[in-house]
């Protein structure tokens, strides 16, 4: 199994400003997704990170507020653009193991003022 | 109809009973199924997955798998406080006769389990 790594752990925010969090994995990943969890729901898909190209976004996302990079196998940002308090949440990253399960980060959690 | 559905929790039993959680999909074309443990202020960790019908049993966990019915469970036997979390059923991506896949990971809401001693 993918050992996946995230930073930072927490943050708390002003509105307004933005926040990069960075997602490492341990070895090579053909996907890399972002989620967001709400506090007591289940996880939203935010995006698919592709490496190279445009991540893939999910209904209701979009790039000018969260843009992701993937440059290589292993690494992914996911930026949380013009903050407000509704953005705070747990962010997590997955990597796709080799039977399409995920394995995920240990989360970001945001709180934006 | 949702994709994934968990049955509604929260689930109490006591400790040493057997758990028992549910989840229905809506695609027949879904091949395997993952059960996902998240314990409170932690992320998902995986637990089982399955992909044959019948059982497949890792310790004190089986997760069955009924295609016809399109229903996929996880029993846990000789539960423990420890084992009090939110239980995540999710089905990956239909794999087409080609070999590729298309989609993500449907995941369920989770259903609640708390294991009282």
């Known amino acids: 199994s993918a050992v996946i790594s995230q930073k930072p752990s927490r943050d708390i925010c002003q509105r307004g400003t933005s926040l990069t969090i960075q997602c490492q994995v341990d070895s090579q990943v053909t996907m890399m997704f972002w989620y967001r969890q709400q506090p007591g729901q289940s996880l939203t898909l935010i995006a698919t990170a592709n490496q190279g190209s445009e991540a893939t976004y999910e209904s209701g996302f979009v790039i000018d507020k969260f843009p992701i990079s993937r440059p290589n196998l292993t690494f992914s940002t996911l930026t949380v653009s013009n903050m407000s308090p509704e953005d705070s949440s747990i962010y997590l990253c997955?990597?796709?193991?080799?039977?399409?399960?995920?394995?995920f980060g240990p989360g970001t959690r945001l709180t934006v003022l | 109809q949702k994709e994934v559905e968990q049955n509604s929790g929260p689930l109490s039993v006591p400790e040493g009973a057997i758990a028992s959680l549910n989840c229905t999909y809506s695609d027949r074309g879904s091949q395997s199924f993952f059960w996902y443990r998240q314990y409170s202020g932690k992320s998902p960790e995986l637990i089982m997955f399955i992909y044959s019908n019948g059982d497949k049993e890792d310790g004190r966990f089986t997760a069955q798998l009924n295609k016809a019915s399109q229903y996929v469970s996880l029993l846990i036997r000789d539960s423990q406080p420890s084992d009090s979390a939110t239980y995540l059923c999710a089905v990956p991506p239909r794999v087409s006769a080609g070999g590729t896949s298309y989609g993500k990971l449907t995941f369920g809401q989770g259903t609640i389990l708390t294991v009282h001693p």
């Open positions: 997955s990597g796709e193991g080799l039977v399409n399960e995920q394995f």
